[in-house]
């Protein structure tokens, strides 16, 4: 009753009867269990310096420590010998290696407390003897000459392994073969005899390798007498060994036993002895050999590796030659040491009254015996108790508290034994839950959880388990309860969190605990790093941005991992590495960047990967191996080479490059190119260079670094392979020809001594050549006719000979200014600013050159706004190419003006035509300068304006078009307009408005022609109340005396420039009025070539004229020019016009800016004067 009451916390099984498995509190008693020991045999080895017995064992309480040895108490001796401080704590004890041999023997370690007794099985310890061989005097060993001998070694047993080995007293080893040959046993065996076998020093030297000692035989004398005939008439030079029948050496006798355990390697060895030498033969009776079976030695002995049962059966040897044969018989038996059948035996928990069996499966060759224990001591029946053993099994009947213990199975034969503790605890408890309260548990969200419940009990335990103190039991295919008690949710859900119930039943008694479930968000790389390329020297750019569970925050952390090694991230020292804002920066990539990088997020429940590949890209690795090969002929050669790593990037091409040590020696130059995935060229070389080669790659991150260069490469001279190109034929003066071509580069010149040969003849006039020889690279042909056509030839030569045919090119000889003049001029007015002239080309004889286009001058003589003002405004047009008419724009209306056309060609113009007069009709006028509004009344506006810059012809008066305006949508309501006689009007009051209303002016100046664009102005009437307030005190303000005094003097002024205007009669002067410097093209011209002199047309030859370059009449920029030099008109140019929104003539013509303007919004123009309506 006091055991059962001291073993309340005894050692318990969680649903599972195998009680190594168990883990224990500290506070529970339980029996001794051995954990750890030292395996038998231990083999002390000279150069061990000490030897440790190990013995640990667990149990509560602690267990105590016991030897015995040679099944005798053992008490180790007091130190140095040994030490025994640590047998209070785990009976492990370690002996020196002095005086070692007393401690040879047996060893068991016992461990023990108040509950039973573990033990070990038996641990030998041997301490072998240092090997020697006795001092012996052997006797000389005489043998005759073909008779089989034996040498015997006989060596010392020790530390196995052992070699043995035959030499001389020189350490020479002893030459073996078929005849001569090392059995297993040592001894050194002879077929037989022959008389080269006499020697003094035959010694057998025994090599014990792990104990690193080799010991020595006494050297035996062996002297091999000749054999004689019987018959002395012989010659003794051609006499014979006799044949000698085969007998085996060894083994002796017929047959032989031999007895092996499983698993260890069989030998069986036969050695003949015979003349001539026997050979050995093999066979296994009734059976084949196995394929395991292995020849050595040869064929005398033959070996099995991890003999099996299978190997078991008779094996016969046979020594056969011509004289006979000799046999021998090998009875090979198989056995094994005992070994469990399945697992040993396992722990038992019972409670009282029961039946324990515990059984002992064993198997072993030969049947092994079994002994029983009980806490170490022999185990005998009782019957009385109903306590036996019954061949393999021990049985218990009715067992009760005083049974539990630690009963050991042994089972041994020759060849071993096992040994098995059973821990039997026999007992009735309640439920004891070990596991702590209030556990917490914590899951991510859709994994699976378990939470624990440890109990111990005598019957077992049912655990089971509920919810928010809800006496229901959970049930659902997701919980499920473990058989070790645990409580297993699948796919959790966020509904799973809260406190959970574990209920511990047996027939003694019930036990509770709480466990708390908090299921959690799970951790999602929602922006992970994606498979990118990067230029190697830029910086790569890796994202990875996660969500996670916010009260996991403490232990979320991103790792950058590369190729499987986490990147070093130093806050202290300069990185390429940067990590911040859910990126890794890696800067100034190189090669060894690319790899496999690995974004982990992770808290302590969960982690999210994403693995994303780098890849540098950098420019190819310089080609390698570059080799000249000649083909048909020495300027024509093969280059070859290996590539070079392409870094990523596929090669687009390789560039091939030369230098050449003559003319520009250390210059690379580029030769050739091949495609990518060729590495291959063909080169055609020109002759007595000296050159070298290099290559280099390109891909699409740019050129590589070149190759090596090859070895020099030397080509003979040749003649040229071309002649010159680019031949060009002017002609300077009137009677010469210049003829200059691109001479031949020096590389291109192919040997020493070149020149040129030059020649010429009149095109369909000559059929004989005119050729001279030059080495520079011009000639002049003087004394030609003007402008006559020639055929050239330029052809090079060297020292080695001419260069190909050459091509014969056409050319002109020098020209002179045209003799004629264009005829029949005539005008067509299209507007009344732009005009259209005509004319019949001039003869293409009097051209005398190459026909370059026509000059169109004209002269405005006077405006008949001042036609007693004699005006002198000149100005030229060009347009280029053969024509008969072009489009003149920019003159100005209401004008008289005079015109010529001459013809021009390289060298200058030819003479003008015969004038035409012609005069300009009436324009528009421009756009008034000023509209002003005042004495605003609640009907009526006064309305003052300024007179046109510009009438461009006889001023009649004004129109006026007024808009009321809704001031919230800003839409023109009505719309008035009226006509207003007099060209001197400058003011008008405007009656008949609506009151306390917005409106919007247009004015317009008129002249026959038509009106001009208006100007804007809005005002507003005003109310009653306004009207009457400013009646009382606009004439006593200062602000409305000062603002008529400012009208008045405005008026003074723009009378004073319009009439300054007039009588200039000019375009040019003054400003635009607001709001329309589009229509002022000329000035923006004029400002342009200003800023950009360089556009500003040039001279041809000692005549000041413009030219064209596209288009019949279109002029080109900076055309414009005065006939009398004055730059300030000369530069004016219409390339404004064709920019903007002008409108041109079918033939191209500009004509749009010139034809008047349109007017825009709902207003239209009157063109006469009727009477005005208020």
């Avoid at 009735?428 to 624990?452: C, D, F, G, W």
Wanted: charge should be negative.
């Amino acid at each position: 009753m006091r055991l059962a009451v001291s073993l309340q916390v005894v050692l318990l099984l969680f649903l599972s009867s195998r009680a190594v498995s168990l883990s224990f509190p500290l506070e529970v008693e339980q029996l001794p269990t051995i954990t750890s020991h030292t395996s038998g045999p231990v083999i002390v080895l000279p150069y061990d310096n000490t030897v440790t017995i190990k013995c640990e064992a667990r149990g509560n309480p602690p267990p105590e420590y016991r030897w015995t040895k040679d099944d005798l108490d053992f008490i180790p001796p007091k130190p140095p010998i040994i030490k025994s401080d640590q047998l209070e704590k785990d009976g492990t004890f370690v002996l020196q290696n002095k005086s070692l041999g007393r401690f040879q023997g047996k060893y068991r370690c016992f461990a023990s407390n108040k509950l039973g007794t573990a033990m070990t099985e038996a641990i030998e310890l041997i301490v072998p003897s240092m090997p020697k061989f006795p001092k012996e005097t052997i006797e000389p060993l005489i043998v005759e000459e073909g008779e089989p001998f034996v040498l015997k070694c006989n060596p010392p047993e020790g530390v196995p392994p052992r070699k043995i080995h035959w030499m001389s007293t020189g350490l020479q080893h002893i030459e073996q073969d078929e005849r001569v040959s090392t059995g297993t046993d040592g001894s050194l065996y002879f077929s037989h005899a022959l008389q080269k076998d006499s020697r003094e020093d035959y010694c057998c030297f025994a090599d014990f390798v792990r104990i690193r000692t080799i010991v020595q035989k006494t050297a035996v004398a062996v002297k091999v007498e000749p054999w004689t005939p019987d018959y002395e008439s012989l010659d003794s030079s051609t006499v014979t060994l006799p044949t000698r029948t085969p007998r085996l050496l060894l083994p002796s006798g017929v047959q032989t036993e031999r007895v092996l355990v499983k698993g260890t390697e069989l030998q069986l060895e036969c050695i003949p002895g015979g003349y001539p030498i026997p050979k050995i033969e093999w066979m296994k009776m009734g059976d084949n050999l196995s394929t395991r079976a292995k020849l050595d030695n040869f064929g005398k002995l033959l070996t099995i590796a991890a003999v099996e049962e299978r190997d078991e059966g008779k094996y016969m040897c046979l020594a056969k030659s011509p004289a006979g044969q000799a046999v021998h018989y090998f009875d090979v038996i198989v056995e094994e040491p005992p070994r469990w059948l399945s697992a040993p035996p396992e722990s038992h928990l019972n409670v009282i009254g029961s039946d324990v069996h515990i059984k002992c499966s064993v198997s072993g060759n030969p049947q092994p015996d079994i002994v029983w224990r009980k806490n170490g001591h022999i185990f005998e029946d009782d019957l009385l108790n109903n306590k036996r053993v019954l061949d393999d099994t021990l049985m218990l009947h009715n067992a009760l508290p005083e049974d539990s213990g630690v009963y050991q199975c042994e089972a041994s034969n020759r060849h071993g034994g096992v040994l098995a503790n059973i821990n039997v605890m026999v007992m009735n408890m309640a439920p004891l839950i070990l596991t702590k309260a209030y556990q917490e548990y914590a899951v991510i969200r859709n994994e699976n959880v378990s939470m624990y419940c440890r109990v111990f009990g005598s019957p077992p335990p049912t655990v089971s388990w509920a919810k928010n103190q809800t006496p229901e039991t959970i049930e659902g295919e997701r919980f499920r309860t473990l058989y070790n008690g645990a409580l297993q949710i699948s796919s959790t859900e966020k509904e799973d969190s809260g406190e959970y119930i574990c209920v511990a039943d047996n027939s003694e008694g019930k036990s509770y605990i709480t466990a708390v479930l908090a299921v959690k968000d799970p951790t999602h790389i929602v922006n992970g790093p994606q498979d990118m390329q990067v230029i190697s020297g830029t910086t790569a750019q890796l994202t990875c941005q996660a969500e996670y569970d916010r009260s996991l925050q403490d232990s979320f952390e991103v790792v950058w991992i590369k190729d499987g090694e986490r990147i070093p991230l130093s806050l202290e020292e300069p990185s390429r590495y940067v990590v911040g804002d859910g990126m890794l920066q890696i800067m100034n990539v190189n090669l060894g960047d690319e790899g496999m990088y690995t974004c982990t997020a992770r808290t302590r429940l969960d982690v999210d990967n994403v693995t994303a590949l780098l890849t540098v890209l950098d420019v190819p690795d310089a080609p390698q191996n570059v080799v000249v090969t000649e083909l048909k002929d020495p300027r024509n050669i093969s280059l070859h080479w290996e590539p070079g790593s392409d870094h990523n990037s596929s090669v687009i091409e390789f560039v091939v490059e030369y230098e050449e040590s003559q003319w520009e020696p250390g210059k690379w130059k580029e030769l050739h190119k091949v495609p990518g995935n060729q590495a291959t060229a063909e080169l055609a070389l020109h002759g007595h260079l000296n050159y070298q080669f290099r290559v280099y790659a390109v891909n699409a991150v740019g050129p590589g670094p070149p190759s090596e260069p090859t070895e020099r490469y030397k080509t003979p001279p040749a003649a040229p392979d071309r002649n010159p190109e680019n031949v060009k034929i002017q002609g300077h003066l009137p009677h010469q020809m210049d003829i200059g071509w691109d001479p031949l580069l020096p590389v291109e010149q192919n040997g020493p001594g070149l020149e040129y040969k030059v020649s010429y003849r009149k095109l369909d006039v000559d059929d004989t050549w005119t050729e001279h020889m030059v080495k520079r690279h011009s000639f002049v042909v003087r004394n030609t006719s003007t402008f006559i056509p020639y055929e050239i030839k330029i052809q090079s030569r060297n020292s080695h000979g001419w260069g190909p045919e050459p091509k014969t090119v056409t050319g002109y000889s020098g020209e002179d200014v045209p003799t004629a003049a264009p005829r029949d001029i005539a005008v067509e007015l299209m507007n009344t600013t732009v005009l259209k002239v005509s004319w019949t080309p001039v003869p293409p004889a009097t051209v005398r050159g190459h026909l370059r286009g026509y000059h169109v001058h004209w002269l405005r003589k006077r405006s008949f706004l001042n036609p007693d003002k004699i005006l002198d405004e000149r100005q030229t047009l060009s347009f280029p190419g053969k024509r008969t008419h072009a489009i003149v724009p920019v003159l100005q209306p209401y004008s008289e003006y005079m015109l010529t056309v001459n013809v021009f060609n390289k060298k200058g113009n030819g003479p003008s035509s015969d004038p035409v007069t012609f005069n300009t009709p009436e324009g528009v006028p421009e756009q008034v300068p000023i509209l002003t509004t005042s004495n605003a009344q609640k009907d009526s506006v006064r309305l003052v304006w300024g007179p046109p810059l510009v009438a461009n012809g006889i001023l009649i008066g004004y129109l006026l078009q007024y808009h009321l305006i809704n001031e919230t949508t800003m839409e023109v309501l009505n719309t008035r307009k009226m006509n207003i006689a007099g060209p001197d009007t400058t003011h008008w009051q405007l009656e008949g408005l609506e009151e306390g209303s917005r409106y919007l002016f247009h004015l317009s100046a008129c002249t026959r022609a038509g009106c001009g664009p208006p100007l804007a102005q809005e005002s507003s009437t005003g109310t009653s109340a306004r009207v009457a307030g400013q009646q009382r005190s606009v004439s006593t303000k200062g602000w409305f005396i000062g603002t008529m005094c400012a009208v008045a003097l405005l008026t003074l002024i723009i009378l004073t420039v319009c009439f300054m205007r007039r009588n200039k009669g000019g375009k040019y002067a003054g400003m635009p009025p607001p709001g329309r410097q589009d229509m002022l093209a000329m000035d923006k011209v004029k400002e342009k070539e200003d800023l950009h002199p360089e556009e500003v047309s040039q001279a041809i030859n000692e005549d000041n004229f413009c030219e064209y370059s596209d288009g019949d009449e279109k002029p080109l920029r900076g055309s414009l020019c005065s006939l009398n030099g004055d730059d300030a008109v000369s530069r004016d140019s219409l390339v404004d016009y064709a920019d903007g929104g002008g409108e041109f003539s079918e033939d191209g013509s500009f004509i749009g800016e010139y034809s008047g303007h349109k007017q825009e919004g709902p207003v239209t123009e009157s063109n006469g004067f009727g009477p005005v309506t208020a």
